[in-house]
Structures are given as C-alpha cells and as structure tokens.
C-alpha cells in the first residue's frame, strides 16, 4: 500500500460566529483505507468532514489533496473536485424527491456533462450492485429508508470517487439496515478502491473502518493507523 | 359545534399567526399586505360609481338653471350666460361667462359673487397655471382680472380649470340664455353600449386577478406551518382542532390585510386629486364606496382566506409525527374546466351581432357573467394544461430535468400563482382588442382629415370685408402654415313664393380662393373670376334640403343675395353666370360635403352678402406645439364667444393611446401582483429544501445549474399560462367585438402583454437568486 496520504490536513481551524468548531484539528487519509471520525455530538466531526471535503473552507490551517493545496483553490474548482474525486453520503440520504431514483444516481456523472442515457446506464448497473435495481422508477418518497440509503451510496460511488465522504450513513437506519448499508458501502469502495472517511458516533458502525480517529472539541485527539 | 371550542382554537391559530417566529410573522406581514393591496384596489373599485355620480351632481348644481320655461325678459335677478368649452395644451378648459341683468343676479356656486366686469374667478389648478410661465399663452386668451377662486362646490374636480367671468360683452345675440338661478336636474346622459361594455369588462379584468391573489396569499406559508399542525397533533390535538387552527392563523391574516387594505384606501383617497385618467378626477370627499359592495368586500376576503385554507389542507392528512400529501395527487379532470369555459361561451355567444353601438342599454349581468365565467374557466384550465403539459416533457439539462420533475411531483402552487396571470392577461388582450375597435370606430366617424387642417373656426362677421379679414388675420398667426377660408352666407331663389311655398328656397354659398374651393369640390380648373355649382347627388344622405338647392343654384339663375321676405329696401341680386360649371362635392377637412354656390372673389364682392361667417379651416406648423393655442387665443380676440375646435383624429388617437397604455400598466400591477405570489412560493419552497439544496452542493453542482432550474420552475408555468392567456384573451376578444358587430384590427395587440410576463420571468428568477445562493452554503448541512 502507498504510504503517502491521499489527504492531509494540517492545523485545521473553523469557528462559526464565537463557537470553535475546530480549533487545529490534523487528519491524514491514504489511498483506499476507511478512516471511522467518532466524537461526541457538536465535537466537530461534521465540520471536519465539510473542511476535508472541500465544502467549507477553514479559517486556518492547511489542506492538501493529492499533493494539492485545495484551500488555495475558488469555489468553482473545489465544486469541480467534488464533482470528479469525492462521492458523498449523509445521514437522510439528500435524494432529490422529484427525480426517480435512477435519476438521482445519474445526477453526478450527468453533472460532470456525460449523456443522459449513459449515465442512467451506468446508474442502473450500482442500483444492482446495491440490491436496489427494483427502485430504479421509483421516487425517493416511495421507497424505504435503508432503500434510500442504499440509493445515495449508489449516487456517492457512480462517478468513481477517489474520496467518498459519509456523514451518519446509518444514523436514520435501524441496525439491520445500518449493517446492510455498509457493508455494501465498504465492499463497494474497496472494490473501487475509493478511501472512504466515515462520520460516525457509533462503535458499531466505526468497527466496518479500517482505523478510527476521536474529535473532542474541535481536534483529533487520536489517530491510528490500522495494522 | 361548540363555538367556545371555535373560539378557542381560532384564537390559538392567530396567536401562532404573529407569535410564530420570524417566519411566521412574515406570513402573516405577506398575507396582510396581499390581502390588503386587493381591498384596497376593491374599495377604489367599488368607489367608481360614487366618483362618477358625484361628478355629474356638481356639474348639474353649478349649470345655470334652464329647466323651467325661458325667461323673456331681463329682471333684477335674471342674468345672461355663455359657457366656453376650450383647451390648453391637450387639458380641458371651461369657462362661465356672465352679464348680470340686475343687482339680484344669483351667484354661482362656489362663489362670494358675481365678479364685476372685466374681473374672473378661476379654480385653484387654473390659478396656479395662470400664475406660472407655463400659464402665459393661456393669460392672453382670458382677457380678464383674476379676483378670486372658485371653491370645491363650483368644481368637478379639484384639478379642473374652470373660471367665472364677469362679461359685458354678452348680448341676446351670442348668449347661450338667460339665467335666474343655478342647478338643474340634468337627465343622465347615457354611455354608449360599446363604453358599457368596455366598464363592464375592464371592472371584471382588474378585479378577479386580485380576488385569485387574495386566495394565493391565504396559501403562503403553507409547508411551514403544517409542520406546525403536525406538532400540534403530536401534543392531542384532533385534527378538525388542527383545522380549525389553521383556519385562526389565515383569519388573522385577512383581518390584518383588511385593516392595512382599509388604511391604504384612505391614504390613496387622499391623493385621487391628484390622478386624472382622461380628464377626469375627483375630490377626496367623492371617493366613497358603494355600501353594499364594501360590505361585501369586507364579508367575502375573510370567508374566502378561511375557505382557500380549509381548501388548501383538503388534500393533507396531518399526522402526528409529520404531514402526509397524497403521494399520488389525483389526475385533475378537464370536463368540469371545460364546463365553466363553456357556460361563460353559452351566455356571450348569443350576444354576437347583437349589440349595436348606439345602444345606450346593454345586458350587463348577462355579458358581465359570461365574461367572468370565460375568465374563471380559463384560470381553472391552467392547472390541468400545466400537469398535462410538464408530463409529457422530457430529456433536457439537469436543470431542466430537475425543474420539471418538479412540476411533475407538484405543480398545484406554481399553477394557482401563475392562474391570476392567465386572468389579467386575458383580460388585457381582451381590452385591448375592444380599445382598438373603439379607436377606429371614432377616428371612422369623425371622418376627419388632420393632413388637410387641424383647427377649424367659424367666426360671426359684420360684413363681406369684415370676414375677409378675419382670415387674413387668422392667416397671419404664427405657427399657422395655410389656411383655407371661404366668407359664406345663402342665396335665395329669385321671384315670389309659388303655391305651397312657406319660405323661399335657398343654397349656400361661399366665397374663396381658388386653392380654399378646391378643398370642397372636384374642379377641373380655376381661376379668379370662375363660379361653380355643387350639387347634390341623387340619393344624398347629408343633404336633405337638396331638392331647394337644386331649384336655387342653377347655372344662369338669378338669385338674390338676401331673404327679400326680411330685407328693407332693394334687394341684392346676382346672377350665376351660366359658364358655371357644375362639379362634384369633395369631402372638406371635416368630413362634411358643402353643396351650393363657389364663388371665387372676383366673380362677386362678398361685401353685399347676408350675415356673412368667416369659416376657416386652419393648418399648423407641427414643429411647434403651441400653434393651436395661439390660434385659439387670436380667435378669442377677435370673438370672445368664438369656439375653435380641433380636428379630432389626431386627438382621438392619442386619448387612446394613453387608455391603451394605461390598461396595460393596469394589468402590469396586477401581475406584479401575482409575481409577488409567485416569488413568495418560490422562496418559501427554497427555504424549505435548504438541506437538499446544500447536499447538491456539496457533491458539485454549480449555482448556474441550479439558478437554471428555478428559472424553468417558473418559466414553464408562465409561458404555459400566458399562451392559455393569449389563445383565451384573443378568443373573448373577438366574440366581444362579434358582438357589436366590430372586426379584430391587429391580432398583435397580445404582444406587450406577453413582453410583460416574459418581463416577469426574469424578475421573479433573480429575486429567487440571492436566497438560492445563501441556501447553497454548506451551513444548511449542519444538524447540530
């Protein structure tokens, strides 16, 4: 395995008005690996998401993809990053209610300018590798949870991501559904050989991750890489 | 029904109305000041008939009485009268000249008393006119001393210019009559169909896009607080309670909307002194709604909020843990659209052809229903054209894709906002279309022809020479480019009466230069010296004296110059040389055919004719804009009495010009109105899927894209509405012409209201776009 980090942050700082949210926190992320970012609620492991992903941009610190600075970058090329290297999951899975579910996987590659029809094509195919083929027509109101959740690992993964962000992928689920999810979520990204950084308060969930780091009040307190 | 329960859960209801926060005070701020634009925009309306008899009650009080038999002869209360209808500069101008016969002459209304000779009271618009250099031409022509002003009740309106003049100068000769007191019953002058019907259609048009507003404003905040309900449900709450509660919280809203429409009312009141839509306006005082419409409005805008609401909340079941809509709306059925668009056809077919347009009665109730049914129909048609429209779009761009299937899940609210649109718009084209009609009817009947003369006098002379230098005078006006002047009177039937004869037969006859005659007739030639008769034709319809003008002006025929039955002494004669040639009538710059004798000067002296009159027919410099004002003032100087009146198309043309422009700001402001609406939901939906909106973000997508899509998701149901509007519009507007048997004279008139909605597209996507850019940060992302 490539030792050299995919993606490392460095002193990172965040507040939003007087409340820190992250006050130095460091992160590194390899190629391929499941990095587990637990804490307690308003720790800021949401906020160091958003900061990695490229979605927020830190009040200081450094942030480097790939060899990349990318907090030197405008919003327009970060928004294309995200486009191309990252996938994304949060925790109610954001399908566009209006859109069919195959429609809601094609959005990032008919986004990133591929052909309606292809990009469907491609959808269609990681609805079935998430056992969720059967929702390709349906809208999101009319599937079930663990079903939409599927859908939105389905969207994060088409595009081929380098990076998939997930934020309490399973924190609407119950633990059936919860397992299912990432099982699919791991093994898919391992097949892709996407690294995923997973948000999680859950040991539970945390365990499916390769290496586990805490956020206590806006830093890392821990980071280990797996055996 | 408990109605302590009612109460209860009404008040409950409005409490959340102005407690609810930010957003739902701005609810209720959005719903109060919907509500209150569309009453306030009702009691105006409503106000218009009142506006309108007032105004006629205060011309009939200030008229000088003539409704009892006339007065004979001069008392000590009796005084002689002329009334002077002119205009200055495009502005209609009245005057009330007066010669009192004796120290007990009545005074006018509005007045101490009659001003002394050569003295005027004026109305405080025309005091200010007179008083600044924009009045100086207009000093000239009112050759008299400004005393006083003249108060509200001698006024029709307070910016009309109107003076009372003291003038020595009225005889029994040149008065319109004798006079002992004012006011008069003057029987109501009746509108022509084709204006009834014009009133009729234009109060439908302007006020069913507000009742519609009024129905779309009661639906604001609707997600927001059904959340509200549900957490009502949650803590007990039945759900006829959560209704009721909804139903408190609209409630609040409409009865703040009245008292803001209320309180806009009385403010706008204050300033109808100020608007003059064609030559009209009105005091404050006059500005009064009819009772029983503003009870109605006042009962109907809080009944339809609650109505609308109940309505709204038909198709949501309001559980505790949330809100459920029916995932599958029912299909809208179209038989039941069609139906009221049917019956409103049914009642205005009949109409077609039916409607002449000097008709003073038409069957208002009848065309009124059927062109609100035509309207009501078309408004309901929309949501069922736009569901059936967005269903079968597909393919696009994301934006496109993502607008659309949108509209697909739910295009109920953008179809209800843009249905008030479709109503004014519709109605705007059908107005139009009448206005257009209307325009060339008049400019057809006027048959004036402003490219030959644009002024026309006829002015009283002494004698021939005397009228002769009256044209001359008015020749030499400056900014007078030609004129075309004859000196007329009437040539008589040489001999005595024969056999049932009561009066001697007689012609007209003119006298002018070659280039003036040749504006009354075909002539072939013409030279100083030549003489022509103008005959009638057979069949004539405007000469109905054409059998004694045929006896009388006859080539060769001895004539005498004045009526021998009233002259002392000889008689004058002349006889028509018989090388007169007879020619063909040409219609002059009025319109009007002159049959009789043309003479030009030399073939007789217009010295030995009867009551001679100077007609002139004057042409203008167009490049500068006050030539009719001094031709006006130099006709007054000659003749104080004397009228000068303008040819009238040009003027026609541009009364309606400012009709036209005016109904299209008119339907402009009701869709503002509705663009309010629309931009009201579209931020509200916004706001709601902040969190959707921020996750597309986060995995990339651009703001174009998504400021493209909310430019779709209202685009596509506005250029769907304005089509339904223009098909509909152009429809209602040709079965209302049918119907007084007028043809469409420009297919295009849908075009400027078609810019407008386009207009409003634009408008309505950029306001969107800052709170779409705020919503698209990554803090919507946030759950903690």
């Known amino acids: 395995m490539n030792t050299a980090p995919l993606l490392e942050a460095t002193g990172l700082s965040k507040a939003y008005g007087p409340t820190a949210a992250l006050s130095g926190a460091d992160f590194a992320l390899r190629a391929g690996e499941v990095v587990a970012v637990m804490g307690p609620s308003g720790s800021g492991k949401s906020t160091l998401l958003h900061c990695l992903a490229g979605i927020v941009r830190p009040d200081a610190g450094t942030l480097a993809y790939d060899g990349r600075d990318i907090t030197a970058l405008s919003d327009t090329a970060r928004s294309a990053l995200r486009r191309t290297d990252f996938g994304f999951v949060f925790q109610f899975g954001q399908l566009v209610p209006e859109l069919s579910c195959v429609e809601n996987v094609a959005l990032p590659l008919r986004l990133n300018g591929e052909k309606r029809k292809a990009a469907e094509a491609r959808a269609l195919e990681w609805l079935a590798r998430l056992e969720v083929d059967d929702t390709a027509a349906k809208r999101p109101g009319e599937i079930s949870g663990g079903q939409g959740q599927r859908v939105a690992v389905a969207r994060a993964l088409v595009s081929s991501p380098r990076v998939i962000f997930a934020d309490e992928p399973t924190g609407a689920l119950d633990s059936l559904n919860g397992e299912r999810v990432m099982r699919l979520l791991t093994d898919a990204s391992r097949d892709t050989g996407a690294a995923v950084v997973l948000v999680t308060h859950e040991a539970r969930v945390a365990a499916w991750s390769d290496r586990e780091v805490v956020v206590r009040d806006g830093s890392v307190r821990s980071s280990e890489w797996a055996a | ?784």
């Not at chain 2, 207009?138 to 029709?156: A, N, Q, S």
């Not at chain 2, 084709?194 to 639906?219: D, E, H, N, Q, S």
């Not at chain 2, 004014?424 to 325009?439: C, D, K, W």
Request: charged share 20%; net charge positive; with cysteine.
């Open chain 2, 1 to 784: 029904m408990n109605p302590r329960v009612w109460a209860r859960d009404l008040a409950l209801g409005a409490r959340f109305a102005v407690t609810g926060g930010r957003s739902g005070v701005l609810r209720t701020l959005l719903t109060a000041a919907g509500v209150g634009f569309g009453v306030a925009l009702l009691l105006l309306a409503s106000s218009l008939p009142n506006m309108l008899f007032q105004r006629e009650v205060r011309e009939s009080a200030r008229a000088p009485d003539a409704s009892h038999r006339m007065i004979e002869e001069p008392g000590p209360g009796t005084f002689l009268h002329y009334t002077q209808y002119s205009s200055y500069r495009g502005a209609a101008l009245s005057g009330l000249l007066l010669k009192p016969e004796g120290p007990g002459a009545a005074v006018p209304p509005g007045t101490d008393g009659v001003p002394a000779a050569g003295e005027m009271l004026v109305s405080p618009a025309l005091g200010r006119l007179l008083g600044s250099p924009e009045g100086a031409l207009l000093k000239e022509r009112l050759p008299y001393e400004v005393v006083g002003t003249i108060g509200e009740p001698g006024l029709i309106g307070p910016n009309e210019l109107r003076y009372v003049a003291h003038a020595p100068f009225l005889t029994t000769d040149n008065y319109d009559g004798r006079g002992l007191r004012y006011g008069w019953s003057v029987p109501e002058e009746p509108m022509n169909a084709f204006l009834l019907l014009l009133v009729v259609i234009a109060y439908v048009v302007l006020l069913l896009p507000v009742l519609v507003f009024i129905g779309t404003a009661a639906r604001f905040g609707g997600e927001q607080r059904d959340r509200r309900l549900a957490a009502l449900r949650l803590v007990g709450a039945d759900n006829a309670t959560t209704r009721r509660v909804a139903a408190g919280e609209s409630l609040a809203g409409a009865l703040l909307g009245l008292v803001v429409g209320a309180g806009l009312f009385l403010a706008s009141r204050q300033f109808a002194g100020t608007v003059e839509i064609w030559d009209v306006n009105a005091f404050p005082s006059d500005v009064v709604p009819h009772t029983l419409l503003a009870l109605l409005v006042l009962a109907v805008v809080p009944v339809s909020s609650v109505v609308v609401t109940l309505l709204a909340l038909r198709g949501v079941a309001i559980e505790p843990l949330g809100v459920v809509r029916t995932s599958t709306p029912r299909r809208r059925r179209l038989w039941w659209r069609l139906l009221i668009l049917a019956a409103g056809a049914a009642l205005l077919v009949p109409a077609v052809g039916g409607i002449q347009v000097e008709d003073t009665g038409i069957d208002t109730f009848t065309i009124g229903a059927g062109t609100v049914l035509v309207l009501i129909g078309l408004t309901g048609l929309l949501p069922w054209l736009v569901e059936a429209a967005v269903k079968r779009l597909r393919g696009g761009p994301v934006s496109w894709q993502l607008a659309v299937r949108r509209l697909q899940l739910s295009s109920g609210t953008a179809a209800r906002a843009v249905s008030g649109i479709v109503v004014a718009a519709a109605g705007a084209i059908a107005l139009q279309m009448l206005f257009q009609a209307m325009e060339h009817t008049f400019t057809a009947e006027t048959g004036h022809d402003t490219s030959r003369a644009q002024l026309q006098t006829s002015l009283d002379a002494r004698d021939g020479a005397d009228a002769r230098r009256t044209i001359d005078r008015l020749a030499a006006v400056e900014g007078v480019t030609g004129v075309i002047g004859t000196v007329d009177s009437h040539v008589y039937r040489h001999g005595p009466l024969r056999p049932g004869e009561e009066f001697r037969p007689i012609a007209p006859f003119s006298v002018g230069d070659c280039a003036s005659l040749r504006e009354y007739a075909v002539l072939p030639s013409c030279a100083d010296g030549d003489v022509f008769v103008v005959v009638p034709p057979k069949g004539a319809t405007d000469a109905p004296d054409a059998p004694r003008i045929r006896e009388t002006a006859r080539p060769g025929a001895l004539v005498t110059l004045r009526d021998p039955a009233e002259t002392k002494g000889t008689v004058p004669e002349w006889r028509i040389p018989a090388t007169a040639r007879v020619v063909t009538a040409r219609p002059d710059p009025v319109g009007l055919h002159r049959y009789g004798v043309l003479a030009t000067p030399r073939a007789i002296g217009a010295a030995p004719l009867e009551n001679p009159r100077s007609e002139v027919l004057v042409r203008l410099d167009p490049s500068l804009p006050d030539a009719p004002e001094v031709v006006r003032n130099a006709a007054l100087e000659i003749d104080p009495t004397a009228t000068v009146r303008g040819l009238s198309d040009t003027e026609q043309s541009s009364k309606f010009l400012s009709v036209r422009t005016g109904i299209l700001v008119g339907s402009t402001l009701t869709m503002l109105l509705v663009a309010a609406s629309l931009l009201v939901a579209t931020l509200e939906q916004l706001r709601d899927r902040k969190r959707l909106l921020s996750s597309l973000v986060a995995f990339g997508t651009r703001r174009t894209t998504l400021g493209c899509s909310v430019l779709w998701q209202t685009a596509v149901p506005i250029a769907l509405g304005l089509a339904l509007a223009v098909a509909g519009g152009l429809g209602l507007g040709s079965v209302l012409l049918a119907m007084t048997g007028q043809r469409v004279h420009d297919w295009w008139v849908f075009l400027p209201v078609v810019g407008v909605g386009a207009a409003l597209i634009a408008a309505v996507t950029l306001l969107s776009l800052p709170l779409l850019w705020r919503l698209m940060r990554a803090d919507g992302l946030r759950t903690e």
